[in-house]
Antibody, heavy 114, light 112 residues
Framework: QVQLLQSGAEVKKPGASVTVSCKAS????????IHWLRQAPGQRFEWMGW????????EFSHQFHDRITMTRDTSTATVYMELFSLGFDDTALYYC???????WGQGSLVTVSS | DVVMTQSPLSLPVTPGEPASISCRSS???????????LHWYLQKPGQSPQLLIY???ARASGVPDRFSGSGSGTDFTLTISRVEAEDVGVYFC?????????FGPGTKVDIK
């Protein structure tokens, strides 16, 4: 069955960066785009961007475009999202989701705290 | 960016009774291919969102037929024909017509 397994919780200081991983299984990895989203406490979901796994092409939301990268490792069927220059308002649950948002990872909690 | 609104934001329901949630977008979600790029999700406490309805009215695999979606353009509705206790959680809509994809604020459904 399709699964997206994300990395564990992280605690970071303001100004640091964080990398969240998303390991896919149960389907042809390079056939589907992967999205990254987040949900801060009490807030609605925010779409951060996507990566076309086959080519590595990315598109980011303008809200994050200057401090985010997304990469993939086809040998391990894993996608990575790195967010830089963290602020307190980056505290959130971060999710990966498959192309049509039909499958989601379990979420990775990132806490920014001094 | 497309702004998504939902109403109501809180919906107490009685098992066995119908329930409906409205979702509106600030721009039309009707694509030139004839599809409305509007999806509905349910997020239960402590879980990831699960897709209920895609492209406005298509029921996702494994979703009970008591869930239905309707609407076009900027106005959409999710209807539960007969609410069951397991349907509690936060329902939200999402537009995938244009990036950045955007979400409604969510409607919290609980049992009266």
């Amino acid at each position: 069955q399709v699964q997206l397994l994300q990395s564990g919780a992280e605690v970071k200081k303001p100004g640091a960066s964080v990398t969240v991983s998303c390991k896919a299984s149960g389907y042809p990895f390079t056939s589907y785009t992967i999205h990254w989203l987040r949900q801060a406490p009490g807030q609605r979901f925010e779409w951060m961007g996507w990566i076309t796994v086959a080519s590595g092409e990315v598109e980011f939301s303008h809200q994050f475009h200057d401090r985010i990268t997304m990469t993939r490792d086809t040998s391990t069927a894993t996608v990575y999202m790195e967010l830089f220059s963290l602020g307190f308002d980056d505290t959130a649950l971060y999710y990966c989701a498959r192309e049509t948002f039909d499958y989601w990872g379990q979420g990775s909690l990132v806490t920014v705290s001094s | 960016d497309v702004v998504m609104t939902q109403s109501p934001l809180s919906l107490p329901v009685t098992p066995g009774e119908p329930a409906s949630i409205s979702c509106r977008s600030s721009q039309s979600l009707l694509h030139s291919d004839g599809n409305n790029y509007l999806h509905w999700y349910l997020q239960k406490p402590g879980q990831s969102p699960q897709l209920l309805i895609y492209l406005g009215s298509a029921r996702a695999s494994g979703v009970p037929d008591r869930f239905s979606g309707s609407g076009s353009g900027t106005d959409f509705t999710l209807t539960i024909s007969r609410v069951e206790a397991e349907d509690v959680g936060v329902y939200f809509c999402m537009q995938a017509q244009q990036t950045p994809f955007t979400f409604g604020p969510g409607t919290k459904v609980d049992i009266k």
